[in-house]
Structure formats: C-alpha cells, structure tokens
C-alpha cells in the first residue's frame, strides 16, 4: 500500500475520530465510544512512528508529533 494511501486512511480515520469527540462533548457521555486514547494507538500515529518517520525532516517531524500528541492528551483530559 503506498504512503498517499495510509495518509487518506489515517486521515479519514481522525475525521471520526474528531466527530466521536464532538459526540461527547455534545452528550457528555463517554458510553459506546471506541476511539483511540494514546497518540500512538490511532492510525496516524502507527503511520508518524513507522513509514511516514523517515520521509519527513527531523524538525516536522518533531512539530507533527508534538501537535498530535496534544490533540490526543486534549482528548484523555475529556474522558
């Protein structure tokens, strides 16, 4: 499978899991949802530490870790 292919997945992959985020905030509840809590339990973050590590400078790299890091640490002080 080609890197453009594991980018679309693992985009898509964030785009529900940003909607299931939204869910409970609307409803406040945490019932039935099964997102990925840890940055490196998701998709994207298997794709950042694996494959997609060595195509990128090692200062993007930091920077897209750190945002995504942030992203999923915003999510556990959620839940």
Do not use: R
Not at 8 to 27: F, G, P, R, Y
Not at 44 to 68: A, I, P, R, V
């Amino acid at each position: 499978m080609s890197l453009q292919v594991h980018l679309q997945e693992a985009k898509e992959a964030h785009l529900n899991w940003l909607t299931q985020a939204k869910e409970i905030v609307d409803s406040g509840s945490i019932h039935n949802v099964s997102m990925p809590v840890g940055d490196t339990e998701c998709k994207f973050g298997h794709l950042l530490h694996g494959d997609l590590k060595s195509e990128l400078d090692e200062e993007s790299m930091e920077e897209t870790d750190m945002s995504h890091f942030l992203l999923h640490d915003m999510y556990k002080s959620m839940i």
